[in-house]
C-alpha cells in the first residue's frame, strides 16, 4: 500500500535520521518496520514564524518495494537522414526545440553566434578582468544562452504552457541533482549548469543532430511570404524548411534585421531597475528571525517583494541568494547587470535585481519615434547612462541603499561581489525619474515589509536592464509568424517566456508547432 502524506518537521527534529518514517509511521498509528521507504515529493521551509519548519510532502510505501522507474524515459532515435527543421539560437529554447525535434524523429541543425561553454569561459573572464566584451560570447550569448552562466533558479508561474515535470527530469537525465524535483524552490547554480548543457548537446550530436557554434544568422531570404533561406555572417546561404527562431531577449540586430525587413513586430512592455546587494547574513536574519549566522541546515535564505508605486508595480526579480552581481552586457558602450549563485549558495552576499513596471504605451512619449523599438532603444539609452557614469568601461555605478532614497551621493561604497568593481555615482539624479522615484518609494516600502532590510549596508548598483524582452515578434495561434510560413518565433527573445524552464517549454512547443506545419 502507499499513502500520500503531509509531514512538518522542525530544525532539531530534521537532525535525526529516520525523522520521516518515525513521524509517517505515528500519524498513519502504523508500527515503523512496517514502513518500506519513504519517497519525498516535494520538501520547502516555511520561516514566517519563529520556528522554522520543513514542510514534506511524502509516498509512504507499507509493505511493498518503492519502484524505481523513472516518470519519463527519454528516448531519442538517429535522425541523422531525417528531414531538417533549424533552430537559431541554443539557449534553454532553442536546446529543447532540438531534443524535441529529435524525439519526433527530425534532424534539428542548431546555429549558435557563441561559443561551446568551455570556450565560452575565456570571454566571460575578459569581461570581468579586462571589460572587454565580446559580442557573440559573454554572459548571454553562447552554449546553453543565458541559462549557462545563470543562477539557474527553476521556478515558472508558466505552468499551463507545458509539462513542466518533463523538462525537469530532463534536466537530471542530462546530469542535474534530482533534488530539483522535490524542492519546491528548485536551483541547480552557476558552478554546475556548464556540464549539464554539454551532455545536452552530446545527446543532440550522438542522435545526428548537428550544433554549429560560431554562426550568427544575419539574413532572412523571403519569397512570397515563405522563409527559403537563412544567411550566415560568413555569407553562406542555407535553404530551410522551418525556422525555430529562438535568439533571446538581448539579439537586437535580430530585432533590427525583422524590422528593417518590414516583418512585424510589437512593442511590449517591460521591466527595468538597479540590482540591490545586501552581505547575505543580514537577509538570513531577517528571514529566519535569528541573530548571527543562520543554522547550518537552512540554505542561504531568499525573499520576493513587491509594492506598488502610483499604479505600477516595483519588484525583485531574479534573487540570488549566496551569490554574485555579473556584468550581463553584450556589447562595448553599455553596463548591464544580473545575478547569478553556485550550487551551494555559500557567498557571503545576497543580491536581486528591483525593476520597474515600464508600460510602453504610456511610459515612453520621447520614445515614440523608434515606433515597435521605442522599449529596445530606452534600455540602450539606460544602458549606455550606466557605462559612462561608471567610468566608461564595466565598472558599474553603485550607490549605498540609503544614499540614493535620502539623494545624496555615497562617500565610499560596501564590499560588493561584482568584479569588474563599481564607481560611486548619483544614481538617484542620473536614473529617469520614472524608474529612479519609483525605485525610491519601493526600497523605503520593503524597508517597512522586512526589517533591517532598509540599511547602509547595502550597495544598489545599475542597471537591471534585461528582465524581459521590449520586442514582441508576434505568431499565430500555430505558433508560426503571421506573415512569414515557415519562421516561429520562440522563447524569451519572441516575448513568449521569461526564465529557463518557460523558455525551454517554449522551444519544445515550437518544435512541435514547426514539424507540424511542414
Ligand atoms: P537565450 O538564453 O537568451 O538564448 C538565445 C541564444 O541565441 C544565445 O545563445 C545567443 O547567442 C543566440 N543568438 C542570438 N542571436 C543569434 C543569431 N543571430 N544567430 C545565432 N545565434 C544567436 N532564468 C531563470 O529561470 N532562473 C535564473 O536563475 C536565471 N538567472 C539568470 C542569470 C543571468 C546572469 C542571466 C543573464 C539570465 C538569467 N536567467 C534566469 C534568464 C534565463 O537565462 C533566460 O530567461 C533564458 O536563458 C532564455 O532562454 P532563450 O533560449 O529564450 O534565450
Known sequence: MVKELQLRVNLVEERKDNVLQLKAAKKLGINIADITSVKVLRKSIDARKKEVIFNYKVAVYINEPQPDTPDYIFEYQDVSNAKEIHIVGFGPAGMYAA?????????????????????????????????????????????????????????????????????????????????????????????????????IRETILKHGGEVHFETRVTDFIVKNNKLQAIQLQNGTEMAVNAVVLATGHSARDIYELLHKKDILLKAKSFAMGVRIEHPQEIIDQIQYSCTGQRDEL???????????????????????????????ATANGEVVVNGMSPSRRNNKFANSGIVVEINVDKDLPKYEKYGVLKGLQYQKDLEKLAFNAGGRSQVAPAQRLTDFVEGRLSSSLNDCSYQPGLNSSPLHSL???????????????????????????????????????????????????????????????????????????????CAEAAITNL
Open 99 to 199: 531534443l524535441r525535434c529529435i524525439e519526433l524523429g527530425y534532424k534539428p541543425i542548431v546555429l549558435e553566434r557563441g561559443k561551446n561553454v568551455q570556450d565560452r569561459r575565456r570571454d566571460l573572464r575578459a569581461i570581468n578582468q579586462f571589460h572587454e566584451v565580446n559580442p557573440d560570447s559573454n554572459y548571454c550569448f553562447g552554449e546553453g544562452g543565458a541559462g549557462t552562466y545563470s543562477d539557474g533558479k527553476l521556478y515558472t508561474r508558466s505552468l499551463k504552457r507545458g509539462d513542466v515535470r518533463k523538462i525537469f527530469e530532463n534536466l537530471v537525465y542530462h546530469g542535474a541533482t534530482d533534488q530539483i524535483l522535490v524542492d519546491a524552490h528548485p536551483h541547480i547554480g552557476t558552478n554546475k549548469l556548464p556540464k549539464i548543457i554539454q551532455n
Open 298 to 328: 537552512l540554505p542561504a535564505a531568499a525573499y520576493s517583494l513587491v509594492h506598488q508605486v502610483g499604479n505600477r508595480g516595483v519588484y525583485s526579480f531574479c534573487m540570488c541568494p549566496g551569490g554574485f552581481i555579473v556584468p550581463a
Open 431 to 509: 536614473l529617469p525619474k520614472l524608474i529612479g522615484s519609483r525605485l525610491r518609494k519601493g526600497f523605503a516600502a520593503f524597508g517597512q515589509k522586512m526589517h533591517g532590510y532598509y540599511t547602509a549596508e547595502a550597495n544598489i548598483v545599475g542597471v537591471e536592464s534585461r528582465t524581459s524582452s521590449p520586442v514582441n515578434i508576434p505568431r499565430k495561434e500555430n505558433l508560426e509568424h503571421p506573415q512569414i510560413e515557415g519562421l516561429f518565433p520562440c522563447g524569451e527573445g519572441g516575448g513568449y517566456a521569461g526564465g529557463i524552464i518557460s523558455a525551454a517549454m517554449d522551444g519544445e512547443r
